[in-house]
């Protein structure tokens, strides 16, 4: 889908994509940065909107705007505009952020003044106010409203949820689900066919996320569409459960493989420079450098001190 005339001029104009408008929309439709704005309908009233950052997801009916994840400022302006000509200037009712990642969340102050409720698990919230390892940002727009379990609303004829299943990613990822649209949002629980970042700083588990994605998928049915937080160059960022199955086989490959080097007697410093990629899993491609949220740093981390 090629963006409106009015996306294009705040395209052109967002300083954030400079340099980047020889990129065509078909092709970054498939990626999780790109430069174009594109939104794309998926079901029943939800849809996603790509630019840079995480995937956003949004729903749009005659009585109800419900946004989820925000990407950064200059991005959150193409989407709330677009999100404005789609309703007819409805308001958004209600923003959601899936964990507290700024390419997720920046964007939430572009919202302020014109969003019912900006909600958000009550870790997410709190990193988000103080970012483990980092500094406050300098103007945000916080979470008003948080849950430790889950949250649900109405949405015009839609349902929404937001579930905490338990650390993975962060200790605050949210899943969120459009109930009869069938479409669950999973942030950044789901990298698709590209290493994930893993924020050990602010609580993440390997083993966690494992389980929570065996959670998710026990719980939806085997039609229901999901929403990727990111997505390797040219591959989508929705799909289904196979490709959700596949990721969650890569982080327990990635386990075993980590646990087998410790149990040959490998040292840290010799596990950490295999960057090639893992067995069975080439298209993620070679591991990048060794640090606190590189996943072959936290799996090792993981394995040898819990």
């Known amino acids: ?30 990626q999780a940065q790109q430069a174009a704005p594109v939104f ?56 959601i952020n899936t964990h507290h990642h700024g390419d997720h969340t920046a964007g939430n102050v572009v919202f302020r003044g014109s969003v019912g409720k900006v909600v958000a698990h009550e870790k997410a919230a709190e990193h988000m106010r103080n970012p483990p390892g980092g500094q406050p940002p300098e103007d945000a727009l916080f979470p008003d409203t948080t849950f430790s379990e889950g949250w649900e609303m109405n949405a015009g004829h839609e349902r929404v949820s937001a579930r905490w299943y338990g650390p993975a990613h962060t200790s605050g990822d949210a899943v969120i689900t459009f109930q009869h649209a069938n479409v669950v949002h999973l942030g950044d629980l789901m990298f698709h066919l590209r290493h994930p970042v893993v924020d050990r700083p602010a609580g993440a588990t390997l083993k966690g996320w494992h389980s929570v994605l065996g959670r998710v998928l026990a719980e ?6 999901y929403v990727f937080g990111h997505a390797a160059p ?34 840290r410093d010799e596990i950490l ?10 298209a993620y491609g070679p591991f990048g450098q060794p640090g606190p949220r590189d996943p072959l740093t936290c799996a090792y981390e993981e394995v040898v001190h819990g």
């Open 1 to 30: 889908m090629s963006p409106t005339r009015r996306e294009f001029v705040l395209w052109t104009g967002a300083a954030a994509v400079g340099g980047l408008l020889g990129r065509s929309p078909l092709q970054g439709l498939l």
């Open 40 to 95: 794309l309908p998926l079901r029943r009233d939800v849809g996603i909107f790509t630019m840079r950052g995480g995937t956003v997801g949004y729903l749009i009916n005659a009585d109800a705007v419900v946004v989820v994840d925000s990407q950064y400022p200059a991005e959150a302006r193409v989407l709330a505009a677009g999100l404005a000509e789609r309703s007819g200037g409805r308001q958004v009712d209600a923003l």
């Open 220 to 225: 939806h049915e085997g039609d229901t569409l």
């Open 234 to 267: 040219n591959r989508a960022v929705t799909g289904g459960r196979a490709e959700v199955e596949g990721f969650r086989s890569y982080i327990e490959a990635l386990l075993s493989f980590v646990e087998s080097q410790v149990k040959a007697g490998k040292s």
């Open 273 to 282: 420079a295999m960057r090639e990629p893992l067995a069975g899993f080439e």
